[in-house]
């Protein structure tokens, strides 16, 4: 039985009170969180643009990737070549 003649059903009522106003607590200060970084992911210039930085990476990366593409296509040009200078050298090895 409870203490001090109370009621166990009241006692277990507090408990429940208590720990569903921590829980109250919590929920409230992750809300925030959430909505906080929320607010700075979509943190978006007018018309909805990317923010200033995304949009700085955003146009370095495409930089980047055009260069790739350039120095793909070099290293093709180059094995072509190489290539190119060993059939050289085994057709002119073979008929000397």
Known sequence: MASG????????LRELDEV???????????????LSAEARA???????????????????????????ATAKDRVGELLGRLRFLEQQQDGGGNGQ
């Open 5 to 12: 003649g109370e009621r166990p059903d009241l006692e277990a």
């Open 20 to 34: 569903l106003r921590h829980l109250e607590a919590e929920l409230a200060s992750w809300r925030r969180r959430a």
């Open 42 to 68: 979509t943190d978006a210039g007018p018309g909805g643009e990317a923010p200033p930085r995304a949009k700085e990476l955003e146009d370095d990366n495409h930089a980047l990737q055009q260069r790739l």
